[in-house]
T-cell receptor, first 117, second 113 residues
Framework: AQSVTQLGSHVSVSEGALVLLRCNYSSSVPPYLFWYVQYPNQGLQLLLKYTTGATLVKGINGFEAEFKKSETSFHLTKPSAHMSDAAEYFCAVSDRYSGGGADGLTFGKGTHLIIQP | GAGVSQTPSNKVTEKGKYVELRCDPISGHTALYWYRQSLGQGPEFLIYFQGTGAADDSGLPNDRFFAVRPEGSVSTLKIQRTERGDSAVYLC???????????FGPGTRLTVL
């Protein structure tokens, strides 16, 4: 069975500072990994995903994540936080499909990112 | 173009009542998913449709939950004899294929009093 652990239910950073959101996974097979963002009253939006190939993945809004198999991690980073980045972030894993179906995605509990002015 | 839509956005009901939650996927998307997101938790997979058939309903918590997609487009999640523990946000997502991005709707917030 696969699982996802997100360290820190809340992360607070100053505007302009580095954003680091941590995600560790467990999977019995090479996984497909995803980061989603959820703004208030909106649906989840895909930020980026790792399928195969390059382990450093670039996504939308300046975010990127690095797949580290030896550490079973897929941490999300952004060099400089912006006020508009304040949202809930979810890491997810799928062990069969690069889009997450048909078993669905397995999500972590989420990290609420707070941006201090 | 239109994204995934869900109605109602909020539903308040009493314990023991029956509720239906509707999902309109993106046009042309054959795959449709339902997830449940409880307070402070990530979304939890409930059921997946490929076309009209429920290809995987292993995530449904018990037999009070049922979902249909009769024409391969709109889907309805049905909950019988609701319990307070059913209170959550119910999310719907659709994708073109199993290997393409899932697009999520805004969810239906269900509150069982």
């Amino acid at each position: 069975a696969q699982s996802v652990t997100q360290l820190g239910s809340h992360v607070s950073v100053s505007e302009g500072a580095l954003v680091l959101l941590r995600c560790n996974y467990s999977s019995s097979v090479p996984p497909y990994l995803f980061w989603y963002v959820q703004y208030p009253n909106q649906g989840l939006q895909l930020l980026l995903k790792y399928t195969t190939g390059a382990t450093l993945v670039k996504g939308i809004n300046g975010f990127e994540a690095e797949f580290k198999k030896s550490e079973t991690s897929f941490h999300l980073t952004k060099p400089s936080a912006h006020m508009s980045d304040a949202a809930e972030y979810f890491c997810a894993v799928s062990d069969r499909y690069s889009g997450g179906g048909a078993d669905g995605l397995t999500f972590g509990k989420g990290t609420h990112l707070i941006i201090q002015p | 173009g239109a994204g995934v839509s869900q109605t109602p956005s909020n539903k308040v009901t009493e314990k023991g009542k029956y509720v239906e939650l509707r999902c309109d996927p993106i046009s042309g998307h054959t795959a449709l998913y339902w997830y449940r997101q409880s307070l402070g938790q990530g979304p939890e997979f409930l059921i997946y449709f490929q076309g009209t058939g429920a290809a995987d309903d292993s995530g449904l918590p018990n037999d009070r939950f049922f979902a249909v997609r009769p024409e391969g487009s709109v889907s309805t999640l049905k909950i019988q004899r609701t319990e307070r523990g059913d209170s959550a946000v119910y999310l719907c997502a659709s994708s073109l294929t199993l290997d393409t991005e899932q697009f999520f709707g805004p969810g239906t917030r269900l509150t069982v009093l």
